[in-house]
Structure formats: C-alpha cells, structure tokens
C-alpha cells in the first residue's frame, strides 16, 4: 500500500517537532516547490488535510491547497519559510489506513493486529516513524502480531463471542476480555507453536476445545474479567504447558481405546481361527475309526476272487484316509504358524507405538493365543499318530488275513 509509503515520506520531511493532541497530528513543512508539489499529492489522496496554514506579518492563515504556480508570490518568494499541514488519525482509520502515533496508542485502539499498520513514534525502534511488519517485525510488535493468532484460537474454542468478550462454559463462566496493553508484550509467548500446531491438525477438535475450557478455568477462575487476557498473556508459557499435557493424557488415552478395540477385535478372529483349525481336524480325523471299522468288517479270510478285491479296497481306504489326515495335519500346522507370527508381529507394534504403558491385558490376550496354539498343534500330533497307528494296524490286518 503506497499510501503508508506516502506518509512516512511526508513526516520525514518535517524541519519541527511533529504535535500531536486530539488524534490530530501537526506537521511543519520547509515552504520550497518540491515539498509543497508533495503535500499538495498527499492531500489529494486525502492523507493530510485539504488546506495548509502559515504565518504571513504576525498571523495564521489557511489556504487551500493549489498548483505551486497558482500560489501569490507573496508566499512563494521565500518570505514564508514553512507550512502546516495536519493529519487526521481517526479519519484515516476510518477509511482503513492504520496509522497510529506510538505502540500503546495501537494496542488501546486495536489490540488485534490488521495485516500491515505504520506508527509515527514507535518508542522500541528508537522514536522512529515505521510501517510494520514491513520495517520492523520482532520484540513487542510481533508479539503484538502473535496476539491475533492467539485470540483467533481462543475464539474457535468459545462457546459465546460478544464483541472483544469470549465466553467459555465449564464447571463456572469464564470470560475474557480482550484488555492489555503494551507491558504485556514484554515477554516471549514460549509454547504458541506447539499449541498452534495441536490446533492445526483437524482431529478430536471437540476434545481440544473441552481440554482449553478447562485449562482456562484452572487459571483464570479468580481472575476479574478486564484481568483475564493479561493473567493468561503473563502465564502463557505455563498455560501452553499445561494444556500440551492434558491434550497428550487425552490423546495417549484416545489412541489406547482405540488400539485396544482393533486388538481385541483381531484377538477374536485368531482365536476364532485356531478354533476352527482344531474343529476340521477333528471332524476329518473322524475317517480314521470309520475307515479302520469298514476294513476290520470287510476283509475276508482268503485272497481270491471277490475278497481279493474287497481285501485290497479296504486297505487302500485306509491308505487314503491316512494320507489325507497326514497332508490335512501339515496344512493346519503351516496355518498355525503363521497365525503366530501375524498376531506377535501385531502385539509387538501395539507395544512400540504404546510404549509408556503398562499393557498387562494384551500381554493376558497373547499368552491365551500362545497356550490355544499349543493346544491345537497338540491335538495335530494326537491325530497323526492316531493315523499312523491306523496304518500299521489294518496293515497288519490285511497280512494276517490274506496269509
């Protein structure tokens, strides 16, 4: 924007003191072409007044400004040495052009920061007229700047916004008052990043914002209410602090709720699964009573003709049935495997991202895992001995039969 630019162009020119009262400020300016030519500008941007004022024999006057050619030569001949012009804050502002005289001014006038503002006397850059945050961006003003950002924040966690009032609703109301002034931007706000960042990411918002009321209420639930922002400024490093605290208790609980269901959900299916390992083993080893029955009442005493048939039938019955439990156990045991080594790997990484607790039931749940495991890879044994002593005995059947 060139009007601030134009400004302070114009104040450096100034051969007085710049006067400033009532939101008016006074400028003397040297009487020569160059200058005036730029007032006159300046007053067409409607910056300064629209008149000028000077001393002619022993008294004011005022005139409107003109081109340099048009003015009588009584005043352009050098016997007036300077002009006045004046500068109407209130109005500028009005018409949105930030200009402020010093700091305090700014934070009484509009302690939320615009995006761009210039002060005539900002007293912590040595007195010097200044734009912001073009010229000068750190100490008080950008604390100053920060305070917006802060302000925005509290807003979006407020139950109630009234004017430069924010109203929180916890376990009493909690106002606070948008009041300070420029010895409250003395210190660092050490933590707003942090506490920038949490609000940053869109997620669990509503706990964040539970999680802010209460805070406040810790800190400023004695607090008058035209107290409340500047107690909350003082202390804001240990504000951040403690709301970074309990947002991580809160976060650190949510993500265990959360890891716990997804656990105890899988829990359920690998031991669904393991059960329905030993459930179709049992059931299958089923055929080997059935097929050794069917080969003790088949076999008959002789090897010729029909017997032989039924002999040799009854003995590959038994052949097949042996061999499918033996493939079915081998299987089952393969899958059994796996499924150990999917549900550590699972503990394991529950264990890494929830390393500070005590996770006492998901270690219960793995050792239930571990022992149904065993379980299962037992009976998987018990079936295939009882299908190799199938074997041997309808073996050994089949050579007493036919011999």
């Not at 961006?137 to 004017?163: P, T």
């Not at 506490?195 to 509503?206: R, V």
């Not at 539970?210 to 490093?237: G, Q």
């Not at 003709?305 to 040799?312: F, K, L, P």
Request: proline content about 1%; glycine content about 2%; charged content about 25%.
């Amino acid at each position: 924007m060139a009007r601030f630019e134009s400004m302070k162009q114009l104040l450096a020119l100034s051969c007085e003191d710049i006067v400033y009262a009532d939101d008016i400020v006074h400028v003397h300016l040297p009487m020569v072409q160059t200058v005036y030519d730029f007032a006159s500008i300046c007053a067409e941007q409607n910056l300064i007044s629209q008149t000028f004022s000077f001393v002619f024999k022993g008294q004011s006057r005022d005139k409107v400004f003109s081109l340099w050619n048009e003015l009588p030569s009584s005043i352009t001949n050098g016997n007036i040495t300077t002009f006045e012009v004046t500068i109407n804050l209130k109005s500028l502002r009005m018409n949105g052009i930030h200009v402020y005289y010093d700091e305090s001014e700014l934070i009484e006038i509009c302690p939320l920061s615009p995006e761009r503002f210039l002060i005539i006397n900002l007293g912590i850059n040595n007195g010097d007229c200044t734009i912001c945050p073009d010229e000068y961006s750190k100490n008080e003003i950008a604390r100053y700047r920060q305070v917006k950002k802060i302000w925005d924040l509290l807003s979006s966690c407020s139950d109630h916004q009234d004017g430069h009032e924010l109203i929180f609703l916890y376990k009493q109301k909690i106002s606070v008052t948008l009041n300070y002034n420029i010895k409250d931007l003395e210190h660092e706000f050490d933590g707003f990043a942090k506490l920038d960042k949490i609000f940053s990411d869109e997620l669990h918002m509503d706990a964040k914002c539970n999680i802010m009321r209460s805070t406040l209420h810790s800190f400023l639930w004695r607090e008058k209410r035209s107290d409340s922002f500047r107690k909350l400024l003082a202390e804001f490093t240990l504000f951040c602090l403690v709301f970074e605290e309990n947002y991580r208790a809160f976060s650190v609980g949510f993500s265990f709720d959360k890891i716990r269901k997804e656990y105890s959900e899988r829990f359920r299916d690998y031991l669904s699964k393991l059960n329905g390992i030993m459930y179709d083993t049992l059931t299958r080893a089923l055929s080997i009573p059935i097929s050794s029955l069917i080969s003790f009442v088949a076999m008959k005493g002789d090897f010729s003709g029909s017997s032989a048939i039924i002999n040799v039938g009854a003995l590959l019955l038994v052949l097949f049935a042996s061999i499918n439990i033996w493939y079915l156990v081998k299987f089952q045991s393969s899958m059994i495997r796996i499924s150990q080594s999917e549900y550590k790997d699972l503990f394991d990484n529950i264990r890494t991202e929830l390393q500070d607790l005590e996770l006492i039931e998901l270690s219960q749940k793995e050792q239930e895992l571990n022992d149904q495991s065993q379980k299962v890879i037992s009976t998987l044994k018990f079936v295939q001995s009882i299908s190799i002593c199938n074997i041997i005995l309808n073996a050994a059947l089949f050579i007493m039969t036919v011999f």
